[in-house]
């Protein structure tokens, strides 16, 4: 199985709302990522969890707040929102050691809309 | 230099024809070079990726070339399908780079029937 899940596949939300993303792999991998795309834009680093541990915080606003319950699963909480936060959220996961630690494998992506 | 310049911005390429998408870097100590495949609405999907000590890599239609002392490498679509049409990022990724990839800026392919 090499699927990354994410839901759900759509949001819209006002910018008083608290909302989460959830993402699942079973691949086995130890690192899971959470990033952000803007329209014709590559994808954009927020989160890197190693071993369930908060590994990289790209400087990300405190108004998003990932979770890492167990090995398989990640979630980002979303709280008071802007408008510009409004993109698609992808979650990934690789393995953690060698050359295979830059095999991404990407989920579908969430898309926030943010009102 | 963290950073990875692609090229063309678009490209437009007849049915059966060859795409060819082009990256180049500064950061010598880039040591792992994907390529991913992005659909509208989808997420990004690796599709082939190459290694600084190999000059070239072929899966079916798809090949990527590598040119170490010209710190240049390239996306080679063969016998290009109107499947292909897609955003297309090159990446790298460096040693203790704690699971960091540096993404191009990505190529949007139309291939026309």
């Known amino acids: 199985d090499t699927e990354v899940t994410q839901t759900p596949k759509h949001l819209v939300m006002g910018m008083t709302n608290k909302k989460s993303l959830k993402c699942e792999q079973h691949?086995?991998?130890?690192?899971m990522y959470w990033y952000k795309q803007k329209a014709k834009k590559p994808p954009e680093l927020m989160f890197v969890?190693?071993?369930?541990?908060?590994?990289i915080n790209e400087s990300v606003p405190s108004r998003f707040s990932p979770e890492c319950p167990n090995s398989s699963l990640l979630n980002l909480h979303l709280h008071a929102l802007q408008p510009e936060d409004s993109a698609l959220y992808l979650c990934?996961?690789?393995?953690?050691?060698?050359?295979?630690?830059?095999?991404?494998?990407f989920g579908p992506g969430t898309r926030l809309t943010v009102t | 230099q963290q950073q990875v310049k692609q090229s063309p911005q678009s490209l437009i390429v007849q049915k059966g024809g060859i795409s060819i998408i082009n990256c180049a870097y500064e950061?010598?100590?880039?040591?792992?070079f994907p390529w991913y495949q992005q659909f509208p609405g989808k997420g990004p999907a690796l599709l082939i990726a190459?290694?600084?000590?190999?000059s070239e890599k072929k899966e079916g239609r798809f090949t990527i070339s590598f040119n170490k002392s010209a710190k240049q490498f390239s996306l080679h679509i063969m016998d290009s399908q109107p499947g292909d049409s897609a955003t297309y990022f090159c990446?790298?990724?460096?040693?203790?780079?704690?699971?960091?990839?540096?993404f191009g800026s990505g190529t949007r392919l139309l291939v026309r029937p």
């Open positions: 990446a790298a990724g460096w040693p203790d780079s704690s699971y960091k990839l540096i």
């Open positions: 190459i290694r600084p000590d190999v």
């Open positions: 969890y190693s071993y369930e541990k908060l590994s």
């Open positions: 691949m086995g991998h130890r690192a």
């Open positions: 950061n010598t100590a880039f040591d792992y």
């Open positions: 990934a996961s690789s393995h953690v050691t060698g050359f295979s630690s830059y095999e991404q494998y």
